[in-house]
C-alpha cells in the first residue's frame, strides 16, 4: 500500500473507479498512476473485510446480549481481538456501515484524500433533529454539523474568529474570573477535616466547564458556580446539556429506529435540545442586544458573539449552541483526568508548581497572555493526560475517494471510524507507555539518550483535537481554559486522591468519568 498520499493544497485532483485509478494533475509520474491502479486490481472486495454480522450486532446490543455491558473502548478492543486492525461493523435499521481501523497508514490515506469538503459523519440525531424542527430554524443554516458548500461558508466564518489567539485572549480575565469562583467553591465544599471535596464533585467541574464555555457562547457569565440557586434558567440549560448526552450514545452506536418512530430515548434528546435552544436563543439575543446598544470596548476590541454575528446572525445564535454542546463535557473529561495526573504524580505536580509560581508567585496575581505563553511544562503535562486518559476513541471521517486500505477495495463516501487515542498506550509509539512523564512532549528531554516518543512519530497518532479542515474549531478555548483551571488548581492547592483509579472511566463517544472524584485539596502555605 502507498504511504505517502497527496496532500492537502497540493494542485492534484484524483478520484479512483471500480476497476482502476484515474489520476488528473498537470504532472504526475506515470509509474505513480501504474501503482495505484494495481493496488486497486489486486485489492480484496468490500464484502470479504471481517466483522460481525448484522445479526451478531443486532442480538449482541439487545437486553442480555454480550455487548450490552461494554463501554465503546472495551467494544473497539474486543472486536479488535476478533477481527484485526481493521474491520466492517454493518449499519442497522437503514443506519449507514462502519469501517473501523486500528491502522495509522490508514488514517493518513483517509485524511489526505478527504478533499476540499470533508465529511464528518457521527452527528445523525442531531442533523435529523435540526431537519425536523417544526419552526425551519436550522433550515439554512445547519451550524458545523453541515456538510459541503454551507459547511465551507460556516466554517470560513468561525476560523477567524475562534481559531486565531487573539481572540482567545480576550477571554482571559473572563475565565480567570470563572476560575478564581471554582477554587472558592473548592474552598466552600470541601470537608473541613478531610479537605476532600463530595464525590459528586464532577458536577461542580462540569459547572466550572459550562461557565467557561458560557462566557465566550452567550457572552455573559450565568452563575452556576456562585449561588447555582439564583440562576433557574442556567440550571435548565446545565440540565439538559446533561441529558442531551446521556441519549446521545445511544441514539448513535445502538440500534433505534428513530428515523422513522419518534423512540422514547429520542423524545428524552428532542425535548433537552428544544430546551438548550430556547435558553441559548434568549442569552444570545439578549447580548446581541445588549451588544447593539453599546459594540465593542474601548480599545476596539470585539467579543466573539458580535463577530459573527456581524457576519451571520442566525449563525451567531447556533454556534453558541454548538460551542456548549461540544465543549462542556469534553473538557470535564480531560480536567478530570488532570486532576487524577496531579494526584497521583505528586512529584510532577510540584515540578508544575514551581514553574507557575516562578511566573506568578500569588494566588491572586492574574495571567497575562505573554505568561501562558512561557509555561511549557504546563503545557507537556496536560498533554500527557490526554495521552493517558484521552477524551474520545479517535475520528470520524467519510472516505474523500475509493481507495484500498490493508488491502480492500473501500467505496467513496464510506464511514470511517479511526480508533487514533486506543494506540496512546502501545510501546510502539510511546516507550514507557505506561508512565506518566510529561518530559516526553519537551523539547529538551532531561535525558537526551533516551526517546521517549518513538523515532519517525506519524502525526496521525496523537490527534486529541483532530485534523485538517474539520478539527475541533474551539480548540484555542479549550486549550485557554485548562491552562487556566491547572494552573490555578497546583498554585492554590495541593492536589491528591487516596482511591483505586482503575477504570475511571467509562467510554461512549467521550470518555465519562465513573468513580467517585473525592479530591483532597489542601491549601498551599505562602
Given at each position: 500500500?502507498?504511504?505517502?498520499?497527496?496532500?492537502?493544497?497540493?494542485?492534484?485532483?484524483?478520484?479512483?473507479?471500480?476497476?482502476?485509478?484515474?489520476?488528473?494533475?498537470?504532472?504526475?509520474?506515470?509509474?505513480?498512476?501504474?501503482?495505484?491502479?494495481?493496488?486497486?486490481?489486486?485489492?480484496?472486495?468490500?464484502?470479504?473485510?471481517?466483522?460481525?454480522?448484522?445479526?451478531?450486532?443486532?442480538?449482541?446490543?439487545?437486553?442480555?446480549?454480550?455487548?450490552?455491558?461494554?463501554?465503546?473502548?472495551?467494544?473497539?478492543?474486543?472486536?479488535?481481538?476478533?477481527?484485526?486492525?481493521?474491520?466492517?461493523l454493518p449499519g442497522l435499521f437503514g443506519m449507514p456501515n462502519n469501517l473501523v481501523t486500528f491502522n495509522v497508514d490508514n488514517f493518513e490515506k483517509a485524511f489526505r484524500t478527504e478533499g476540499q469538503w470533508p465529511v464528518r459523519p457521527g452527528?445523525?440525531?442531531?442533523?435529523?433533529?435540526?431537519?425536523?424542527?417544526?419552526?425551519?430554524?436550522?433550515?439554512?443554516?445547519?451550524?458545523?454539523?453541515?456538510?459541503?458548500?454551507?459547511?465551507?461558508?460556516?466554517?470560513?466564518?468561525?476560523?477567524?474568529?475562534?481559531?486565531?489567539?487573539?481572540?482567545?485572549?480576550?477571554?482571559?480575565?473572563?475565565?480567570?474570573?470563572?476560575?478564581?469562583?471554582?477554587?472558592?467553591?473548592?474552598?466552600?465544599?470541601?470537608?473541613?477535616?478531610?479537605?476532600?471535596?463530595?464525590?459528586?464533585?464532577?458536577?461542580?467541574?462540569?459547572?466550572?466547564?459550562?461557565?467557561?464555555?458560557?462566557?465566550?457562547?452567550?457572552?455573559?457569565?450565568?452563575?452556576?458556580?456562585?449561588?447555582?440557586?439564583?440562576?433557574?434558567?442556567?440550571?435548565?440549560?446545565?440540565?439538559?446539556?446533561?441529558?442531551?448526552?446521556?441519549?446521545?450514545?445511544?441514539?448513535?452506536?445502538?440500534?433505534?429506529?428513530?428515523?422513522?418512530?419518534?423512540?422514547?430515548?429520542?423524545?428524552?434528546?428532542?425535548?433537552?435540545?428544544?430546551?438548550?435552544?430556547?435558553?441559548?436563543?434568549?442569552?444570545?439575543?439578549?447580548?446581541?442586544?445588549?451588544?447593539?446598544?453599546?459594540?465593542?470596548?474601548?480599545?476596539?476590541?470585539?467579543?466573539?458573539?458580535?463577530?459573527?454575528?456581524?457576519?451571520?446572525r442566525k449563525f451567531a445564535i447556533v454556534m453558541g449552541i454548538d460551542l456548549l454542546m461540544g465543549g462542556v463535557d469534553t473538557t470535564s473529561s480531560a480536567l478530570t483526568g488532570i486532576m487524577l495526573n496531579l494526584a497521583k504524580n505528586p512529584?510532577?505536580?510540584?515540578?508544575?508548581?514551581?514553574?507557575?509560581?516562578?511566573?506568578?508567585?500569588?494566588?491572586?496575581?492574574?495571567?497575562?497572555?505573554?505568561?501562558?505563553?512561557a509555561l511549557p511544562y504546563l503545557r507537556a503535562f496536560i498533554k500527557e493526560s490526554l495521552r493517558v486518559y484521552p477524551v474520545a476513541f479517535g475520528n470520524l471521517r467519510a472516505t474523500g475517494a475509493d481507495m484500498v486500505l490493508d488491502g480492500?477495495?473501500?467505496?467513496?463516501?464510506?464511514?470511517?471510524?479511526?480508533?487514533?487515542?486506543?494506540?496512546?498506550?502501545?510501546?510502539?509509539?510511546?516507550?514507557?507507555?505506561?508512565?506518566?512523564?510529561?518530559?516526553?512532549?519537551?523539547?529538551?528531554?532531561?535525558?537526551?539518550?533516551?526517546?521517549?516518543?518513538?523515532?519517525?512519530?506519524?502525526?496521525?497518532?496523537?490527534?486529541?483535537?483532530?485534523?485538517?479542515?474539520?478539527?475541533?474549531?474551539?480548540?484555542?478555548?479549550?486549550?485557554?481554559?485548562?491552562?487556566?483551571?491547572?494552573?490555578?488548581?497546583?498554585?492554590?492547592?495541593?492536589?491528591?486522591?487516596?482511591?483505586?483509579?482503575?477504570?475511571?472511566?467509562?467510554?461512549?463517544?467521550?470518555?465519562?468519568?465513573?468513580?467517585?472524584?473525592?479530591?483532597?485539596?489542601?491549601?498551599?502555605?505562602?
Open positions: 500500500m502507498l504511504r505517502q498520499s497527496v496532500k492537502l493544497g497540493q494542485n492534484v485532483a484524483y478520484r479512483w473507479s471500480s476497476s482502476a485509478a484515474v489520476i488528473k494533475s498537470n504532472a504526475v509520474d506515470s509509474s505513480y498512476v501504474q501503482q495505484l491502479q494495481a493496488e486497486w486490481k489486486t485489492a480484496k472486495s468490500f464484502e470479504e473485510l471481517p466483522g460481525p454480522s448484522r445479526w451478531q450486532l443486532f442480538r449482541g446490543f439487545m437486553k442480555g446480549g454480550e455487548y450490552t455491558k461494554m463501554d465503546m473502548r472495551n467494544l473497539m478492543v474486543y472486536f479488535r481481538e476478533l477481527y484485526g486492525d481493521t474491520f466492517l452527528n445523525e440525531v442531531f442533523v435529523h433533529y435540526r431537519e425536523k424542527r417544526a419552526d425551519g430554524f436550522f433550515k439554512d443554516c445547519m451550524g458545523l454539523l453541515a456538510e459541503g458548500e454551507q459547511w465551507a461558508r460556516l466554517r470560513s466564518i468561525a476560523n477567524p474568529v475562534l481559531m486565531q489567539h487573539r481572540n482567545a485572549a480576550l477571554y482571559l480575565q473572563s475565565m480567570q474570573r470563572v476560575n478564581q469562583q471554582f477554587v472558592q467553591r473548592i474552598r466552600e465544599i470541601r470537608d473541613k477535616e478531610t479537605q476532600e471535596v463530595p464525590d459528586n464533585f464532577l458536577k461542580e467541574i462540569n459547572h466550572l466547564t459550562f461557565e467557561s464555555i458560557a462566557v465566550v457562547a452567550l457572552d455573559r457569565e450565568l452563575g452556576l458556580i456562585r449561588n447555582p440557586v439564583q440562576s433557574p434558567k442556567a440550571q435548565k440549560l446545565f440540565n439538559s446539556l446533561q441529558n442531551l448526552m446521556q441519549n446521545f450514545y445511544e441514539l448513535t452506536m445502538m440500534p433505534s429506529i428513530y428515523k422513522y418512530v419518534p423512540t422514547p430515548t429520542y423524545r428524552r434528546f428532542s425535548r433537552a435540545m428544544d430546551d438548550i435552544f430556547e435558553v441559548c436563543s434568549f442569552y444570545i439575543n439578549e447580548a446581541l442586544e445588549r451588544i447593539d446598544k453599546k459594540p465593542a470596548d474601548a480599545a476596539g476590541n470585539m467579543s466573539v458573539l458580535e463577530q459573527l454575528a456581524r457576519k451571520d512529584e510532577k505536580q510540584a515540578k508544575l508548581r514551581e514553574e507557575i509560581l516562578t511566573k506568578l508567585p500569588h494566588p491572586t496575581d492574574e495571567f497575562t497572555f505573554s505568561d501562558m505563553k480492500y477495495r473501500i467505496p467513496k463516501h464510506t464511514r470511517l471510524l479511526m480508533n487514533s487515542n486506543l494506540l496512546l498506550n502501545e510501546e510502539r509509539f510511546y516507550p514507557r507507555a505506561k508512565e506518566f512523564l510529561p518530559e516526553r512532549w519537551l523539547r529538551q528531554q532531561p535525558n537526551e539518550s533516551e526517546n521517549l516518543v518513538a523515532d519517525n512519530m506519524s502525526p496521525f497518532v496523537y490527534l486529541p483535537f483532530g485534523f485538517g479542515p474539520r478539527m475541533c474549531v474551539g480548540k484555542r478555548i479549550v486549550d485557554m481554559e485548562m491552562e487556566i483551571t491547572v494552573a490555578n488548581l497546583v498554585r492554590n492547592f495541593q492536589v491528591e486522591y487516596k482511591y483505586p483509579t482503575e477504570n475511571a472511566f467509562k467510554s461512549s463517544f467521550i470518555s465519562l468519568p465513573v468513580i467517585p472524584l473525592k479530591f483532597k485539596f489542601t491549601d498551599i502555605k505562602f
